[in-house]
C-alpha cells in the first residue's frame, strides 16, 4: 500500500506560480515513477508530468513543457511540481500518481495509487 498527500494547491492570478507537493509513505518508493495528472470540470483526467525513481528521467505533456519543473526528493519521499506561469487553463484538480511499471506513462492505466488531489485555480 503506498499512501500519497497532495498539498500546495490555491488560487493565484495569472502569470503567477505555485509548488505543489505529494508526500508518499508506504511500500518502499525506490523504483517507482511518480506523476502528476489534473482533471478540469467535465473534462478527462490528463497527464502533466512525471518523474523516474532517480529523478534523472522527467516527462511533461506538451501543454506545460517549459512552464512546469517536476522533481523528487528521496530522502524525503516526496515529490514537487513547480508551476510558473500560470494560464486560466491550468484551473484543474492536480492529482499525484505512482507507477511501478514505468511506462507508457502518459496514461492514468499505468498508475496504481493515487491522492486525494488539490485543486490549483487561476484567475485571469
Known amino acids: 500500500q503506498v499512501l500519497l498527500v497532495e498539498s500546495g494547491g490555491g488560487l493565484v492570478q495569472a502569470g503567477g506560480s505555485l509548488r505543489l507537493s505529494c508526500a508518499a509513505s508506504g511500500r518502499t518508493l525506490s523504483r517507482r515513477v511518480m506523476g502528476w495528472f489534473r482533471q478540469a470540470p467535465g473534462k478527462e483526467r490528463e497527464f502533466v508530468a512525471a518523474v523516474s525513481w532517480s529523478g534523472a528521467g522527467t516527462w511533461y505533456a506538451d501543454s506545460v513543457q517549459g512552464r512546469f519543473t517536476i522533481s523528487r526528493d528521496g530522502a524525503k519521499n516526496t515529490v514537487y511540481l513547480q508551476m510558473n506561469s500560470l494560464k486560466s487553463e491550468d484551473t484543474a484538480v492536480y492529482y499525484c500518481?505512482?507507477?511501478?511499471?514505468?511506462?507508457?506513462?502518459?496514461?492514468?492505466?499505468?498508475?496504481?495509487?493515487w491522492g486525494q488531489g488539490t485543486q490549483v485555480t487561476v484567475s485571469s
Open positions: 500518481a505512482t507507477s511501478l511499471i514505468g511506462r507508457e506513462l502518459g496514461f492514468t492505466r499505468s498508475y496504481d495509487y
